[in-house]
Nanobody
Framework: QVQLVESGGGLVQAGGSLRLSCAAS????????MAWFRQAPGKERDFIAV????????YYADSVKGHFAISKDGAENTMYLQMNSLRPEDTATYYC??????????????????WGQGTQVTVSS
């Protein structure tokens, strides 16, 4: 089992920044990749960014390239999402996820085995 706990969400004005954290615990030695997804009300859950366990490789959805950055602190098993230049359309519940499988399609939410509880991000205009 892997436990994921997100934090750092909140209310911010457009143009502001937030940093989300996802603390992983349990059998983390079995994790290959971790990712962030988000889900706005009435919409599907969308992929945002992924990072491998070593932190050496990252990929982003086109919608967030250049204003979101994913990173990982290996010593603390914590993943981060730095969100800059936030826009109202970034309003959503943000989820972190962990995948135990190698070679899965990292942009698909069914590739992930464990999920956090979600943290709300609201961007006001």
């Amino acid at each position: 089992q892997v436990q994921l706990v997100e934090s750092g969400g909140g209310l911010v004005q457009a143009g502001g920044s937030l940093r989300l954290s996802c603390a992983a615990s349990g059998r983390t030695f079995s994790v290959y990749t971790m990712a962030w997804f988000r889900q706005a009300p009435g919409k599907e859950r969308d992929f945002i960014a992924v990072i491998n366990w070593s932190g050496s490789s990252t990929y982003y959805a086109d919608s967030v390239k250049g204003h979101f950055a994913i990173s990982k602190d290996g010593a603390e098993n914590t993943m981060y999402l730095q969100m800059n230049s936030l826009r109202p359309e970034d309003t959503a519940t943000y989820y972190c996820a962990a995948s135990l499988g190698y070679g899965r399609l990292w942009y698909r939410d069914d590739s992930y085995d464990y999920w956090g509880q979600g943290t709300q991000v609201t961007v006001s205009s």
